[in-house]
């Protein structure tokens, strides 16, 4: 498989409204597209977004990384997706969202000229699952605002059919968060409550919160103290605490998920493809996850498309199960660029969504160009 052309678009999508974090808050949707073409004319789509405080590449960076590997990939006859990272890093070390952007193109390449769907191609890797129909994915809603407004939010996804919940803890006092996730925990007993602190608490706070009354009907906590922690701390932290610990920051590979697991010092992971540099790494992590019977959140970064959301289900079709939930993040966005978005059915995404070959869903390229980032244009090499 040989590419003759690509096109970059980099792209800033406006939130249905902000997204507040501990150390930022989110108006837009800054990511990355990218078209490949091939010597038979089909085209291959590719994502990432940028995460400057989750794998620090800017829109800048981020386009200059991949427009780098796209140039290398021309002169490349592509042929076995196990050795596609490889090759990236021959000609680049790290930066593992532009990686993952040029994999999930010639993914999408590879699986429609093998006219398989994505999901269906990397469930075939799995041999104790391939002949079972998989499962529809529950999809984690995000809480925010006031606490008036997640518990209306709370009613009103909930009368939808979600049953998986994410509360962003972090930036007003300890005491206000319990007193939020005590509220919430009521309003939605029952179903699968989880809160991401984004690294905001110090460790006496998070072995604080863990041990509280008011946290104790959450699934599982994420990445509630700083990656740059000792590894005695994230074990100290799971040693003292009822709930499962989550990580996400801490974790962008099958090396690190080994680290914490060999310390018994995680309960669960979330993965996202920016993280992990491609499918089929955070395919790698997701199996390592479910042979430890440990907690697997499938995540895309605040917020992706469609497609970046199509190939990170496909991860979760592929697994079997996606226990903590996935967090597909084009429900915040005002705008999708795919005609057909995915869209959550009573709380879940179902595999009917992705039944065409490759990737499973299309860019508009009218929308793309509709959303363009201010300053930027379309790059082709
Ligand atoms: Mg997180």
Not at 95 to 104: D, I, L, P
Not at 249 to 257: Q, R, W
Not at 331 to 356: M, N, R, T, W
Request: charged share 20%; hydrophobic share 45%; net charge negative.
């Amino acid at each position: 498989m040989k590419i003759l052309r690509a096109d970059i678009y980099p792209l800033s999508i406006p939130l249905i409204e902000p997204i507040k974090m501990s150390r930022e808050i989110v108006v837009d949707a800054k990511t990355v597209l990218l078209c490949l073409t091939d010597e038979k004319g089909r085209q291959g789509w590719g994502e990432a977004s940028v995460a400057p405080l989750m794998t620090g590449e800017t829109l800048d960076s981020l386009i200059g990384s991949i427009r780098y590997l796209v140039e290398k990939s021309l002169s490349i006859d592509w042929l076995e997706p196990d050795n596609f990272a490889d090759t990236f890093s021959l000609f680049l070390y790290s930066n593992a969202s532009a990686k993952s952007c040029v994999e999930m193109a010639l993914l999408d390449l590879y699986t429609q000229e093998a006219c398989v769907p994505l999901w269906q191609y990397l469930r075939s890797r799995n041999k104790s699952l391939n002949e079972l129909p998989p499962t529809a994915i529950p999809l984690l809603r995000m809480l925010g605002g006031s606490l008036e407004k997640e518990l209306s939010d709370a009613k009103t996804f909930r009368d939808l059919g979600f049953r998986h919940w994410k509360i962003k803890i972090g930036s007003p006092s300890l005491e206000e968060d319990l007193h939020r996730v005590k509220m919430l925990c009521d309003s939605l007993a029952g179903d699968v409550i989880s809160v991401d602190a984004n690294c905001a608490l110090t460790l006496t706070d998070a072995i604080r919160f863990c041990q509280s009354e008011e946290a104790s009907r959450l699934t599982f906590v994420e990445q509630l103290i700083p990656a740059d922690l000792s590894m005695d701390d994230f074990a100290l932290l799971k040693n003292s605490s009822g709930i499962p610990i989550g990580l996400d920051e801490s974790i962008h590979g099958v090396a690190e998920l080994e680290q914490f697991i060999d310390a018994n010092a995680i309960g669960g992971a979330s993965l996202k493809l920016i993280k992990t540099g491609g499918i089929i790494k955070a395919l790698e992590c997701a199996k390592l996850l479910s042979e430890h019977k440990l907690g697997l959140n499938l995540a895309c970064k605040i917020a992706e498309t469609s497609l970046s959301a199509a190939a990170t289900a496909s991860i979760g079709f592929a697994t079997g199960e996606v226990s903590w939930g996935f967090s597909m993040s084009n429900q915040y966005l005002k705008f999708d660029v795919c005609d057909a978005p995915l869209i959550a059915k009573h709380g879940y995404l179902e595999v009917s969504q992705l039944a065409s070959t490759g990737i499973g869903v299309t860019p508009s390229i009218n929308r793309v160009r509709e959303v363009i980032a201010k300053g930027y244009s379309v790059i082709q090499c």
